[in-house]
């Protein structure tokens, strides 16, 4: 969950990649120039807004876990990535753009994603903590390669 999940939103270059193949916001750019300052711009600002969900989701999942568990809290987090790289999949620029609330939502469950994973490191021995958090850590950091 954690590996595929949690920072995809990290790995924006490949991502950006993909978005520019399949020709999001080329509209913004006449065909000379495919990759223009507009374009750029627009792409930039969906990754600051994934971004900028993935750090605010951070504040209200501490909470929820603590008050409704870490499994209604999984729950949660897959309904927010799996509608936010639905909403990728069926968005069009010219008609229904719900790019940047896809990616809000992608960044703000990603963030779920990891907090919900973190309290299982209590049930383990207290020797073995320290491990189970290096690799929830480790896997939140490959997760950016999902879209590679």
Known sequence: NTFLYAGIICGWAPMQLLLESDGVYSSLCPPSNPACGDRMSRLVLLFTVGSTGNVIGGAPCGYLVD???????SLLSGLFVSTGLLLLGISEEDGFDAFVVGIFLMGFGGSFVVMCSIPAAFVLPETRRTLYLSAVNCLFDASSVVFL
Do not use: R, S
């Not at 008050?67 to 809290?73: A, D, E, Y």
């Open 67 to 73: 008050h409704l568990g870490p499994q209604k809290c």
